[in-house]
């Protein structure tokens, strides 16, 4: 079955430890990204990439890093830097023409204490 | 800049009655307008989209939207509601001219919650 696989479901770490979050396609979709979501906010974009070796920073890409060195893959770091790292992280992909139909992840819930 | 903004944060109703999702979207040239469907501790789903032509759209589930561009609207709607429909539902717009046709902007989102 084609999809998006994020891992793991749930993340525990200590403040002051950077993470990394998987996220991975088999739908040969050229397009892939990563949203932070809160109780209350909605979704918002972090990062963008639409090609591989290449991404755009969101409206929230501070604290964040991310790279595209395969085109399945688009693992998104949580750094110290990050001031509120606790939130529903969701990665999403989509045909690089067809930005507005994204498929989503079932996403990972990141707890920093 | 696009927004959108979802006038209910919660709608609690009862099981096989209607229900109506509000979403108005600030006015654009052109726009893509969508509903996405979030179960609990799961990622989005999307329910339907309006692209372009007609102005009622169906979508999966038996969920519907109206298109209405004099009131800046698109409201979600399904006539009779089942337990397994308690979620939470996601308006967005993408504008297909502005300078990134990446985005797509997120409304704060509507809990819905069926009561039997």
């Known amino acids: 079955d084609g999809g998006i696989t994020q891992s793991p479901k749930y993340l525990f770490r200590k403040e002051g430890q950077n993470v990394t979050l998987s996220c991975e396609q088999n739908l040969n979709h050229d397009a892939m990204y990563w949203y932070r979501q809160d109780p209350g906010q909605g979704l918002r974009l972090i990062y963008y990439s639409q090609i591989v070796n290449d991404f755009q920073k969101g409206d929230i890409a501070e604290g964040y890093s991310v790279s595209r060195e395969k085109k399945e893959s688009f693992p998104l770091t949580v750094t110290s830097a990050q001031k509120n790292p606790t939130a529903f992280y969701l990665c999403?992909?989509?045909?690089?023409?067809?930005?507005?139909?994204?498929?989503f992840g079932p996403g990972t819930r990141l707890t920093v204490t | 800049a696009q927004s959108v903004t979802q006038l209910d944060s919660q709608v609690p109703v009862f099981e096989e009655a209607p229900v109506e999702l509000r979403c108005n979207y600030s006015?654009?040239?052109?726009?893509?307008l969508f509903w996405y469907v979030q179960y609990p501790n799961q990622g989005l789903q999307l329910l339907l989209k309006?692209?372009?032509?007609?102005?009622l759209v169906k979508g999966i589930n038996g969920f519907e939207a109206e298109f209405n561009k004099s009131q800046t609207s698109f409201h979600l709607r399904k006539p009779s509601v089942h337990i397994s429909d308690t979620a939470e539902y996601f308006c967005?717009?993408?504008?297909?001219?502005?300078?990134?046709?990446?985005?797509?902007?997120f409304g704060s989102g509507t809990r819905l919650s069926i009561r039997p």
């Open positions: 309006y692209l372009s032509g007609s102005t």
């Open positions: 999403a992909s989509s045909m690089r023409d067809r930005a507005y139909e994204q498929y």
């Open positions: 967005a717009v993408s504008d297909p001219l502005g300078s990134s046709a990446s985005k797509i902007i």
């Open positions: 006015s654009s040239v052109s726009v893509y």
